[in-house]
């Protein structure tokens, strides 16, 4: 049973490009969150999705970035234009329901992107 | 809002010795608290959790109580080990219905052996 996936684990980006990083929640999952790790500090919330909805994205940097979760695919994290102040780890979780429950969150092994 | 204040790291301590990492969260309503670990380049794991006051999670024999009166969760472990060196975040469920977790910062452990 394949845990969440994300690719790729490494991504660099000159300033001015753009970013799309991927994330396969674990199977049965239908809900995605993004995190965004810079470096030395915790985890900060960006986006949950549910299959092609937006949920909250109240920690969504209000250009530049944008989220999607499609009804077939992966999840797509997209930054365009990247600047250096960019460069974070992203990870993704997922988990299976509605997380009233706390069922826990299942993390994926992140993307680490260099914007030079 | 809700949030996680975490000790500073990085702890630094010898095999054997005996750990805690503090933890306190501001939040409205009863939230629901974790502890995860992050090993080098790899994901968040959970490591334990405690969602009602006076509960104790336990796992891997680190342990943690849910205090509310004193709005903590403190991460302990009677013996280290080098393998538990890693970062480790404590973070709550809030009241919030959307199901995101608020971190904190981050503890660095850097066990020697």
């Known amino acids: 049973n394949a845990g969440v996936m994300q690719n790729p684990r490494h991504l660099v980006r000159r300033r001015g490009q753009e970013a799309r990083l991927r994330c396969s929640p674990m199977k049965g999952h239908s809900h995605v969150y993004w995190y965004r790790q810079l470096p030395e500090e915790g985890l900060k919330f960006m986006v949950y999705?549910?299959?092609?909805?937006?949920?909250?994205e109240s920690g969504m940097p209000k250009e530049r970035f944008s989220a999607e979760f499609p009804k077939e695919g992966p999840s797509i994290l997209r930054i365009q234009q990247v600047v250096r102040g960019d460069s974070a780890a992203y990870f993704c979780?997922?988990?299976?329901?509605?997380?009233?429950?706390?069922?826990?969150?299942?993390f994926g092994n992140g993307t680490r992107l260099t914007v030079t | 809002g809700d949030s996680v204040t975490q000790m500073e790291g990085p702890v630094t301590l010898s095999e054997e010795a005996f750990l805690t990492i503090n933890c306190t969260y501001t939040a409205t309503g009863y939230p629901s608290l974790f502890w995860y670990v992050q090993y080098p380049g790899e994901g968040l794991q959970l490591l334990l959790k405690?969602?009602?006051?006076?509960d104790k999670g336990s796992n891997k024999g680190f342990e943690a109580t849910y205090r509310k009166e004193t709005t903590s969760f403190h991460l302990e472990k009677g013996s280290v080990q080098v393998s538990d060196s890693a970062v480790y975040f404590c973070?709550?469920?809030?009241?919030?219905?959307?199901?995101?977790?608020?971190f904190g910062q981050g503890t660095t452990l850097q066990v020697k052996p």
């Open positions: 979780a997922s988990s299976p329901q509605d997380r009233a429950n706390n069922s826990p969150l299942h």
């Open positions: 405690a969602t009602k006051a006076d």
């Open positions: 999705l549910q299959k092609e909805n937006i949920i909250d």
């Open positions: 973070a709550l469920h809030g009241s919030s219905n959307t199901g995101k977790l608020i």
